[in-house]
């Protein structure tokens, strides 16, 4: 390939169209602080994602610390190995342990199963994660919750527009939080938002990412600053109305790789799940190293030297990072699925721009290694 071909690239609308929006902040001079378009934002979103109340954020690592703030959790909580750091990372700013269970086989999602029987008298929450935005299994988790009176906050860092049964999988569990930043399907440049389901939380939330102020004098917790900005919130409304297209058209993408894909020995795609609707935010392989001939890291750099860009996502596992690895449950023999699963997946590039005939010629790559 002449030019690089990165696993992601950002949805950027045309520029002509952002500088009204642009204009109208510099005529405001209203830069932060819940402006006009940060209220517009966090309407539209409701709107588009059929969710009752959303509270954006600078970031959805922030987002997710203040999450766990919201719902006051402590002790231990219940999480997956199988995801970016920040979902872990989140839980020991809070002071909390997390705890790692495996991962099912076919979905790269945490197991219930396996949750269950991680439970201890510590324990005070479940933080499962949407692994490439597919759905976790909603109603075992809820279950596993309601028995054992435990809080259920999703991380949906992946899964935005993400349906089951034509219903948002952000009203599911306590919480949901959601990332924006530039390598997700819908962008702020930076950006994340908590999802919640009444107004008395709404308002909590709104409080703890500004300093714990309610009023110009009163301070009501001991918050932080963890509020978007009027630039990220305009451009987050820019990007709705391209959001479905470029959706449909990393659908597109997904399928094509399957289809050329569908032939090679040792190599397996994951299907979409029934009656959801996917927001094929990343399209991940697993390689098969005795069937397919050569390992997943032997194929990463095959596609380097063709300037394509693959990612190993995620590779390392979280558990076996120095940070969490001395943790019990970060032991190997605890967590089979996840460190095999972790040892052969590779994302290949996908984003809407992403010409059908690059995706091919991706694809003749991985089976010309044969």
């Known amino acids: 390939m002449d030019n690089k071909i990165l696993v992601t690239q950002p949805l950027l609308p045309p520029l002509e169209e952002f500088v009204p929006y642009l204009e109208k902040i510099w005529e ?76 099912e086989p076919h979905t790269y999602n945490l197991d219930p199963e396996k949750v269950e029987a991680a439970i201890t008298p510590n324990t005070t929450a479940i933080m ?32 935005f527009g993400v349906e089951v049964n034509g219903q948002s999988v952000l009203n599911f569990g306590d919480l949901s939080v959601l990332s924006f930043h530039a390598t997700k399907a819908f962008n702020t440049f930076e950006g994340g938002a908590i999802v919640c389901h009444d107004e008395k939380m709404k308002q909590h939330i709104d409080d703890l990412k500004n300093f714990g102020f309610r009023g110009e004098t009163t301070v009501v917790a001991p918050g932080i600053n963890a509020k978007m900005n009027e630039v990220q919130a305009a451009f987050g409304l820019l990007q709705l109305k391209y959001i479905d ?110 010409d059908i005939d690059l995706v091919k010629a991706i694809c003749s790559i991985i089976k010309k290694v044969l």
Not at 70 to 87: D, K, M
Not at 132 to 158: M, R
């Open 245 to 354: 297209e470029a959706r449909e058209k990393r659908k597109q993408i997904a399928e094509t790789y399957r289809e050329e894909l569908s032939g090679i020995i040792g190599i397996h795609c994951l299907n979409d799940l029934s009656n959801t609707k996917h927001a094929y935010s990343y399209f991940p392989i697993l390689i098969d190293e005795e069937k397919y001939g050569i390992s997943r890291d032997a194929l990463y750099e095959k596609l380097k030297t063709n300037n394509i860009f693959s990612r190993r996502y995620f590779y390392p596992l979280i558990s076996n990072f120095p940070t969490y690895k001395g943790l019990i449950s970060a032991n190997a023999e605890n967590l089979p699925v996840a460190n095999e699963i972790s040892n052969k997946v590779l994302c290949l590039p996908i984003y809407s721009s992403l």
């Open 128 to 159: 499962p994660v949407h692994v490439y935005g597919n759905p976790c299994k909603l109603e075992a988790f809820q279950q596993i919750a309601d028995t054992y009176n435990l809080k259920l906050i999703y991380d949906a860092a992946h899964a």
């Open 28 to 103: 405001s001079k209203w830069l932060t602080n819940n402006g006009q378009f940060h209220q517009q934002l966090e309407q539209a979103l409701c709107d588009y994602l059929d969710v009752k109340h959303i509270c954006l954020f600078s970031n959805g690592t922030l987002a997710l610390i203040t999450a766990l703030q919201a719902l006051r959790i402590t002790g231990e909580v219940i999480t997956t190995p199988f995801s970016f750091v920040a979902t872990t990372h989140a839980l020991w700013w809070n002071n909390i342990k997390p705890v790692f269970a495996d991962i």
